[in-house]
C-alpha cells in the first residue's frame, strides 16, 4: 500500500526565509511523487512531480523538491518565502496502475509573515 | 488551457434529499476522481472510474454513488444527504497509463446539509 506523511500541519515563515515543507512516503517502486498547492476556495494545482530523471525536482513559483531514496523523503522547498505563497500544500503518491489514483498527505498549510 | 469544471461552487440542501453534484473534463481524460477534503483529513477518495460506465470504490464510498455515462462527465451521487457529509468535494482527472502523470482539479463545491 501507498501512502505520504506530511510532517507539520502548520508551518509559519517570515517573507525572504527559506521554506521547507517535509514529506515522507511509503510506496512500492518507482514511486511517482507530485506536490500540489490549494489556494483558498479553489482546487489543487500542481508545483511539481518526480519523474524519475533526476533528483531534484523544479517546480512553478521557484518552488524545488528533492528525492531521497535512502531517506524515502521528498520535501518541498523555496528559499525565499513570498507573501503570496501562503497556501496549503499537499504531497501525493500515485500508484503504478492504470487507473493511477493517488494518495494524498493530510496537507501543510504555508502561512508566510511580513 | 486544460479545465476540470464542477457545476456549482457552493450548496445548500436538506437533510435527507439526493444530491447531485456535476463533473466535466475536456482533456479526453480516462481517470475521473471524486475526493472529499475535510480539515486536518487531507483528501479522502470516494470513488473512481478509469473508463466510461467502469467505476471502482475509493476509502470512504459509504453513502455516495457515481454516474459516468460519457467519458468527460463524472457524477456524484449523494442518495440521502446527512450533516455529517458537509464538506468540500473535489473532482479531479488524469491520463491513463502508469507513469507521473499528474491529476487536474476542479474548483471544488462546498456542500453544506442542514
Known amino acids: 500500500a501507498q501512502s505520504v506523511t506530511q510532517l507539520g500541519s502548520h508551518v509559519s515563515v517570515s517573507e525572504g526565509a527559506l521554506v521547507l515543507l517535509r514529506c515522507n512516503y511509503s510506496s512500492s517502486v518507482p514511486p511517482y511523487l507530485f506536490w500540489y498547492v490549494q489556494y483558498p476556495n479553489q482546487g489543487l494545482q500542481l508545483l511539481l512531480k518526480?519523474?524519475?530523471?533526476?533528483?531534484l525536482v523544479k517546480g512553478i513559483n521557484g518552488f524545488e523538491a528533492e528525492f531521497k531514496k535512502s531517506e524515502t523523503s521528498f520535501h518541498l522547498t523555496k528559499p525565499s518565502a513570498h507573501m503570496s505563497d501562503a497556501a496549503e500544500y499537499f504531497c501525493a503518491v500515485r500508484g503504478n496502475t492504470n487507473a493511477g489514483k493517488s494518495t494524498f498527505g493530510d496537507g501543510t498549510t504555508l502561512t508566510v509573515k511580513p | 488551457d486544460v479545465k476540470v469544471t464542477q457545476s456549482s461552487r457552493y450548496l445548500v440542501k436538506r437533510t435527507g434529499e439526493k444530491v447531485f453534484l456535476e463533473c466535466v473534463q475536456d482533456m479526453d481524460h480516462e481517470n475521473m476522481f471524486w475526493y472529499r477534503q475535510d480539515p486536518g483529513l487531507g483528501l479522502r477518495l470516494i470513488y473512481f472510474s478509469y473508463d466510461v460506465k467502469m467505476k471502482e470504490k475509493g476509502d470512504i464510498p459509504e453513502g455516495y454513488s457515481v454516474s459516468r455515462e460519457k467519458k468527460e462527465r463524472f457524477s456524484l451521487i449523494l442518495e440521502s444527504a446527512s450533516t455529517n457529509q458537509t464538506s468540500m468535494y473535489l473532482c479531479?482527472?488524469?491520463?491513463?497509463?502508469?507513469?507521473?502523470?499528474?491529476?487536474?482539479f476542479g474548483q471544488g463545491t462546498r456542500l453544506t446539509v442542514v
Open positions: 479531479a482527472s488524469s491520463r491513463a497509463g502508469t507513469g507521473n502523470t499528474e491529476a487536474f
Open positions: 518526480y519523474t524519475s530523471a533526476a533528483t
